[in-house]
């Protein structure tokens, strides 16, 4: 943890540490939440623990992976490299890895062309092909569901509506749960609310 600033706060240091964020230089935002002790550090360890590492219907390599997912779209490459080692840590493949990145891209490319569509809600747009080449989905490594599921959290991160009700409607038909749909979003607000402090 690079700092000019010696921090005591055991609860950030934990984090820090559980997140694998050794070389991290502590932003202006975290710098003040531990100038004043705020109560709310302990809430996000908490809460990012549980989304990572308490789920139910989400194994660890999964969660890890869909957290990448999160930190590559929010563009924190911090948190890439650690949620990257954290999942092979878990048993993630290279290509695992790999696919996760290109679901991400994907779903930035559908979500703001798709979003286009629904916010204009104009025949001629609808009614033109997109065009947008998207073979990834066809047979995914990480398997329909799961890559279903990072293109839902990725979609709510970017706020597509019509990408939202698509993907968690694919990915109850690809025998997901409501319970599991539920927790990876979760999962997607927790980290991103982590990347708000971190960043």
């Known amino acids: 943890m690079n700092t000019n600033t010696t921090i005591q706060n055991e609860t950030v240091i934990n984090l820090l540490n559980e997140l694998l964020l050794s070389d991290y230089t502590l932003s202006k935002n975290l710098l003040a939440l531990v100038k004043v002790e705020a109560r709310y550090i302990k809430d996000l360890k908490i809460n990012v623990g549980n989304v990572l590492r308490n789920?139910?219907?989400?194994?660890?390599?999964?969660?890890?992976?869909?957290?990448?997912?999160?930190?590559?779209?929010?563009?924190?490459?911090?948190?890439?490299?650690?949620?990257?080692?954290?999942?092979?840590?878990?048993?993630?493949?290279?290509?695992?890895?790999?696919?996760?990145?290109?679901?991400?891209?994907?779903?930035?490319?559908?979500n703001i062309y798709y979003r286009f569509r629904h916010f204009v809600q104009k025949d001629y747009y609808a009614t033109q092909p997109a065009g947008i080449k998207?073979?990834?989905?066809?047979?995914?490594?990480?398997?329909?569901?799961?890559?279903?599921?990072?293109?839902?959290?990725?979609?709510?991160?970017?706020?597509?509506?019509?990408?939202?009700?698509t993907h968690e409607q694919s990915i109850i038909q690809h025998g997901g749960s409501e319970t599991r749909i539920l927790e990876a979003i979760k999962l997607g607000a927790v980290i991103k609310g982590l990347i708000t402090v971190l960043k």
């Not at 954290?86 to 790999?98: C, D, P, S």
């Open 134 to 165: 998207m073979t990834i989905m066809a047979n995914p490594i990480l398997g329909k569901e799961f890559f279903e599921l990072i293109s839902l959290v990725v979609s709510a991160l970017n706020g597509c509506a019509s990408c939202i009700v």
């Open 55 to 110: 789920n139910q219907h989400l194994q660890k390599k999964e969660a890890y992976l869909l957290a990448l997912a999160v930190a590559i779209n929010e563009e924190f490459i911090f948190l890439q490299q650690s949620f990257t080692t954290l999942a092979k840590q878990e048993g993630a493949t290279e290509e695992e890895v790999a696919e996760t990145i290109a679901c991400t891209s994907l779903m930035n490319i559908n």
